[in-house]
């Protein structure tokens, strides 16, 4: 049976301050201390709520600017706290429960060495490492966005339609459209410079329409 959560040590230090610190206000217990009533709207753990604490969760904070003193203390355990990890408390937390998480996998779960070495897998373990993930970020955002959406689908696709457009499909409806409706008003509305096809639907296609196929 898998245990709690066993996180760094500088953190399993600040949740052990903190449950003492609730342990003195009697908080579980009929206290008439003020800041007992803080917490009492929340049905977790001692250890969920420091938890929480740590990393500033906006709806507890909230409740506990009421007690300012203790807010400051808090501040200083936590600068304290992060000072020792060297990096945030809540990617601390993330990490420590994603591997607890794998672990619960790797007990439960039994894959072959070849289903392990998959090319997903791998993938997976690059873009989440820190390391590898933004370089591969950098790149995809270059290539894919920049590149390929920006330069091949709004720059060269969109001229070639627009091409398309103004030199083969505007000048037959044109022509068309001169020769079938008498009204000027009616033949501006559907041709010629800003007509329903030759204007409206020629922006629609070349424009709007390679931009977010390719996206």
């Known amino acids: 049976m898998i245990g709690q959560v066993s996180y760094p040590e500088p953190i399993e230090a600040a949740i052990a301050q903190l449950e003492s610190w609730w342990q003195s206000l009697g908080v579980g217990e009929a206290s008439p201390k003020e800041t007992h009533y803080l917490f009492s709207n929340y049905s977790l753990s001692p250890r969920s709520l420091a938890l929480l604490l740590l990393q500033k969760d906006p709806a507890l904070w909230q409740t506990l600017e009421q007690d300012q003193e203790q807010c400051r203390h808090l501040e200083v355990l936590i600068t304290v706290t992060q000072n020792q990890l060297r990096q945030s408390i809540g990617l601390a937390i993330a990490q420590t429960r994603q591997s607890q998480a794998q672990a619960i996998e790797r007990a439960v779960l039994h ?90 639907i020629r922006y629609a296609t070349a424009i709007v329409l390679p931009v977010v196929a390719i996206s």
């Open 111 to 200: 894959e072959s060495e070849q289903a392990r070495s998959l090319l997903a897998e791998k993938l997976h373990r690059l873009t989440v490492n820190p390391i590898t993930g933004f370089p591969i970020l950098v790149v995809i955002l270059y290539y894919g966005v920049y590149k390929f959406v920006g330069e091949f689908g709004a720059g060269e696709l969109v001229d070639r339609i627009e091409t398309v457009f103004e030199e083969q499909i505007n000048p037959v409806v044109n022509h068309i459209n001169a020769q079938v409706v008498p009204w000027q008003p009616i033949r501006d509305l559907i041709g010629n410079d800003y007509g329903i096809i030759t204007l409206g």
